[in-house]
Protein backbone atom coordinates (compact mmCIF):
# COMPACT_ATOMS: atom_id res chain seq x y z
CA UNK A 1 0.00 0.00 0.00
CA UNK A 2 1.67 3.26 -0.87
CA UNK A 3 0.67 6.49 0.94
CA UNK A 4 0.92 9.91 -0.38
CA UNK A 5 1.22 13.31 1.24
CA UNK A 6 0.91 16.32 -0.28
CA UNK A 7 2.54 19.73 1.08
CA UNK A 8 3.18 23.56 -0.44
CA UNK A 9 -0.83 24.43 -0.68
CA UNK A 10 -1.91 27.90 0.10
CA UNK A 11 -2.61 31.51 -0.22
CA UNK A 12 -1.56 33.14 -2.74
CA UNK A 13 -1.73 36.08 -5.24
CA UNK A 14 -2.59 36.42 -9.05
CA UNK A 15 0.64 35.93 -10.91
CA UNK A 16 2.62 34.34 -8.29
CA UNK A 17 4.20 30.83 -7.98
CA UNK A 18 3.95 27.64 -5.28
CA UNK A 19 6.00 24.62 -5.59
CA UNK A 20 3.46 22.01 -4.61
CA UNK A 21 5.62 18.64 -2.74
CA UNK A 22 4.33 14.88 -2.55
CA UNK A 23 6.28 12.34 -0.64
CA UNK A 24 5.23 8.72 -1.32
CA UNK A 25 5.87 5.83 1.15
CA UNK A 26 5.42 1.92 0.86
CA UNK A 27 6.05 1.24 -2.21
CA UNK A 28 8.89 1.44 -4.58
CA UNK A 29 8.99 4.74 -6.20
CA UNK A 30 10.95 4.61 -9.00
CA UNK A 31 8.55 1.94 -10.90
CA UNK A 32 5.08 4.15 -10.26
CA UNK A 33 3.90 6.81 -12.43
CA UNK A 34 2.75 9.53 -10.87
CA UNK A 35 0.10 12.73 -11.80
CA UNK A 36 -1.57 15.62 -10.12
CA UNK A 37 -5.34 16.51 -10.20
CA UNK A 38 -6.94 19.51 -9.23
CA UNK A 39 -10.55 19.91 -8.37
CA UNK A 40 -12.41 23.19 -8.06
CA UNK A 41 -16.13 23.34 -6.22
CA UNK A 42 -18.25 22.40 -8.94
CA UNK A 43 -16.30 21.06 -11.26
CA UNK A 44 -14.57 17.50 -12.26
CA UNK A 45 -11.50 16.79 -11.35
CA UNK A 46 -8.56 17.36 -13.75
CA UNK A 47 -5.75 16.55 -14.78
CA UNK A 48 -2.99 18.74 -14.22
CA UNK A 49 0.21 16.67 -15.00
CA UNK A 50 1.99 13.56 -15.20
CA UNK A 51 5.07 11.49 -15.12
CA UNK A 52 6.20 8.40 -16.18
CA UNK A 53 8.26 5.66 -14.15
CA UNK A 54 12.29 5.96 -13.78
CA UNK A 55 13.61 9.16 -15.14
CA UNK A 56 10.46 10.50 -15.56
CA UNK A 57 8.79 11.89 -18.55
CA UNK A 58 6.29 14.45 -18.01
CA UNK A 59 3.48 15.18 -20.06
CA UNK A 60 0.65 18.36 -19.67
CA UNK A 61 -2.55 18.37 -21.05
CA UNK A 62 -2.81 21.00 -23.37
CA UNK A 63 -5.38 23.02 -21.56
CA UNK A 64 -2.66 24.15 -18.99
CA UNK A 65 -1.43 26.42 -21.03
CA UNK A 66 2.52 25.63 -20.19
CA UNK A 67 2.48 27.22 -16.64
CA UNK A 68 3.32 24.51 -14.80
CA UNK A 69 6.00 22.01 -14.61
CA UNK A 70 5.92 18.53 -13.10
CA UNK A 71 9.10 16.31 -12.09
CA UNK A 72 10.63 13.78 -9.89
CA UNK A 73 13.11 13.13 -7.37
CA UNK A 74 13.65 9.07 -6.78
CA UNK A 75 16.07 9.37 -3.94
CA UNK A 76 13.77 11.44 -1.63
CA UNK A 77 10.56 9.34 -3.28
CA UNK A 78 9.42 13.02 -3.85
CA UNK A 79 7.59 14.38 -7.06
CA UNK A 80 6.75 18.24 -7.40
CA UNK A 81 4.82 20.69 -9.32
CA UNK A 82 5.67 23.91 -9.79
CA UNK A 83 3.13 26.70 -10.91
CA UNK A 84 3.98 29.97 -12.02
CA UNK A 85 1.79 32.85 -12.88
CA UNK A 86 -0.80 31.75 -10.81
CA UNK A 87 -4.51 32.78 -12.16
CA UNK A 88 -7.30 32.93 -9.90
CA UNK A 89 -8.91 29.68 -12.28
CA UNK A 90 -6.20 27.73 -10.47
CA UNK A 91 -7.54 27.85 -7.32
CA UNK A 92 -8.70 24.02 -6.55
CA UNK A 93 -7.67 21.25 -4.20
CA UNK A 94 -4.48 19.74 -5.71
CA UNK A 95 -3.67 15.94 -5.46
CA UNK A 96 -0.90 13.80 -5.93
CA UNK A 97 -1.95 10.39 -7.47
CA UNK A 98 0.58 7.75 -8.09
CA UNK A 99 -0.23 4.43 -10.32
CA UNK A 100 1.27 1.12 -10.95
CA UNK A 101 -1.00 -0.86 -13.30
CA UNK A 102 0.30 -3.57 -15.39
CA UNK A 103 2.52 -2.15 -18.56
CA UNK A 104 1.04 1.17 -18.20
CA UNK A 105 3.80 4.06 -18.00
CA UNK A 106 1.56 6.85 -17.48
CA UNK A 107 -1.89 8.06 -17.18
CA UNK A 108 -4.00 10.83 -17.92
CA UNK A 109 -7.34 9.64 -15.87
CA UNK A 110 -8.15 9.15 -12.61
CA UNK A 111 -8.85 5.40 -13.39
CA UNK A 112 -5.52 4.91 -14.27
CA UNK A 113 -4.00 5.64 -10.48
CA UNK A 114 -4.43 3.36 -7.57
CA UNK A 115 -3.38 5.50 -4.91
CA UNK A 116 -4.18 9.15 -3.84
CA UNK A 117 -3.20 11.75 -1.44
CA UNK A 118 -5.47 13.92 0.71
CA UNK A 119 -5.12 17.05 -1.26
CA UNK A 120 -3.35 20.42 -1.01
CA UNK A 121 -5.71 23.43 -0.92
CA UNK A 122 -4.33 26.34 -3.66
CA UNK A 123 -6.26 29.28 -3.20
CA UNK A 124 -5.18 32.53 -6.00
CA UNK A 125 -6.85 35.57 -5.12
CA UNK A 126 -7.00 38.74 -7.75
Known amino acids: QVQLVESGGGLVQAGDSLRLACVASGGTFSKLYMGWFRQAPGKERELVAAITQGTGIPYYPPSMGGRFTISRDNAKNTVYLALNSLETEDTAVYYC???????????????????WGQGTQVTVSS
Open 97 to 115: TAGSQGSTVLAMTPAGYDY
